[in-house]
């Protein structure tokens, strides 16, 4: 009687090394469940199924998670304002604990005894799904082939790989010329590795996808309003015609995505400091998400009161660390996004833009939750303020600085 084979779940993407890993996970005698998690990046799912199944798959599933994606890892993210090092906008960091979520449902239906994915041994995505995978099922085990050493005598780099998919009939598109990889998804597309490695070579114009060169956007620029409700985007208009483009998270992104990169919007090319330790380059375009953020960080200006946004932002800065370093699941995480969720609810309104030649412009908001008093700001009328209590504020505000001030007098007497 022969032993049933061992399940592995493997995170498909239908590449080069995804394909690579398919056939040799079967090799090895493995039965391969083969997941590919749709998150916006626009594959042809299609031709992937039939792809797996040719190579041995016996099964593929394909699932469909781009709302999810969105509502429930992009939309936290904008009501968070979340940044890693100041720039970057994580949208690698928050597909993974979503696509991570689904491949342990899958492993769940298939019994697996094994998860799998193609994340290389020196990158942030390994330690992402595997985070993921540890706080969303216990007693999960993994198979990386970019950590196991048989795999990595046999595949030293991308030109092995090329030479094993000749001799094991794997099509693939990718050639041994191609001088970066590349991972996108509804929120951006991100580039490395390559040519960028060297962080000193200017990124090929061309290699861009979402976004135009600034010297080839309109002359003419998109007129646009985002309505907010409790820090999430609910509507997208054209403020020219007033016409609604978009109501609905997957749409607001698509939509957004195509306007903000006519306009040469949300590129950016940084050297960033891996979890791991070791520092890399990066190429990144988010479009919609750099209009996004910047119209829900004004509406925050307005609505929020000052001292409690400035706590938020530090719980940002933290919840953003943590993200990028695979611990979406974590007790912390959830701790810090409640916090950070429970400042939204008054981050409601209209946010009007102006999208031009790589710039995204806010001309002009309105909220129902403003705390802006126009009458009390005004230099035209005294409103319900008195100037001459200023003169108190800033005595007792200075007498901190004049108490040092004169510590430092008398020490520097001292020494005479």
Request: overall charge negative; hydrophobic content about 40%; proline content about 2%.
């Given at each position: 009687m022969s032993v049933p084979k061992e399940t592995v779940i493997l995170a498909y993407s239908g590449?080069?090394?995804?394909?690579?890993?398919?056939?040799?996970?079967?090799?090895?005698?493995?039965?391969?469940?083969?997941?590919?998690?749709?998150?916006?990046?626009?594959?042809?799912?299609?031709?992937?199924?039939?792809?797996?199944?040719?190579?041995?798959?016996?099964?593929?599933?394909?699932?469909?998670?781009?709302?999810?994606?969105?509502?429930?890892?992009?939309?936290?993210?904008?009501?968070?304002?979340?940044?890693?090092?100041?720039?970057?906008?994580?949208?690698?960091?928050?597909?993974?604990?979503?696509?991570?979520?689904?491949?342990?449902?899958?492993?769940?239906?298939?019994?697996?005894?094994?998860?799998?994915?193609?994340?290389?041994?020196?990158?942030?995505?390994?330690v992402r799904f595997e985070l993921s995978c540890y706080a969303l099922h216990e007693g999960v085990r993994f198979l990386a082939p970019w950590r196991e050493k048989d795999f990595l005598e046999k595949f030293i780099g991308r030109k092995e790989l090329l030479e094993y998919c000749t001799q094991r009939n794997i099509p693939v598109k990718a050639t041994k010329d191609k001088s970066y990889s590349e991972d996108d998804n509804l929120m951006h597309i991100s580039y490395e590795s390559g040519i960028l490695e060297d962080p000193a070579t200017v990124a090929p114009t061309d290699m861009y996808q979402m976004t135009r060169n600034v010297e080839d956007t309109p002359n003419t620029p998109s007129m646009i309003c985002i309505e907010f409700k409790a820090g999430m985007p609910i509507k997208l208009t054209d403020d020219s015609t007033k016409a609604v483009i978009a109501s609905d998270p997957v749409p607001i992104m698509l939509e957004l995505n195509k306007i903000a990169g006519m306009h040469g919007i949300g590129r950016i090319d940084i050297v960033e400091n891996r979890f791991i330790g070791m520092k890399s380059r990066g190429c990144y375009e988010t479009p919609a998400g750099t209009?996004?953020?910047?119209?829900?960080?004004?509406?925050?200006?307005?609505?929020?009161?000052?001292?409690?946004?400035?706590?938020?932002?530090?719980?940002?800065?933290?919840?953003?660390?943590?993200?990028?370093?695979?611990?979406?699941?974590?007790?912390?995480?959830?701790?810090?996004?409640?916090?950070?969720?429970?400042?939204?609810?008054?981050?409601?309104g209209h946010v009007h833009m102006k999208l031009f030649k790589g710039n995204a412009m806010v001309i002009s908001r309105e909220s129902p939750n403003s705390l802006y008093n126009e009458e009390l700001v005004s230099m035209d009328l005294a409103g319900d303020y008195e100037p001459a209590d200023v003169t108190g504020f800033i005595r007792i505000t200075a007498l901190r600085l004049r108490e040092q001030l004169r510590m430092k007098t008398a020490a520097a007497a001292a020494k005479k």
């Open positions: 590449g080069l090394d995804t394909s690579c890993i398919l056939v040799w996970l079967l090799e090895k005698g493995y039965r391969v469940v083969p997941c590919m998690v749709d998150v916006g990046q626009g594959d042809d799912f299609e031709a992937a199924r039939k792809k797996a199944l040719s190579l041995g798959a016996e099964k593929i599933y394909i699932e469909d998670r781009k709302e999810e994606f969105v509502k429930n890892y992009i939309w936290p993210a904008v009501q968070a304002g979340l940044r890693y090092e100041g720039r970057y906008l994580l949208g690698t960091a928050l597909a993974r604990p979503c696509i991570a979520r689904c491949l342990i449902e899958v492993a769940k239906k298939e019994n697996a005894t094994y998860i799998s994915h193609g994340a290389t041994g020196k990158g942030n995505d390994q209009v996004i953020w910047a119209a829900h960080e004004d509406l925050e200006l307005i609505t929020l009161d000052k001292e409690v946004r400035n706590i938020k932002e530090g719980l940002s800065l933290q919840l953003g660390q943590r993200i990028y370093n695979g611990m979406w699941f974590s007790a912390e995480g959830e701790y810090l996004r409640d916090c950070i969720s429970s400042s939204q609810g008054c981050v409601n």
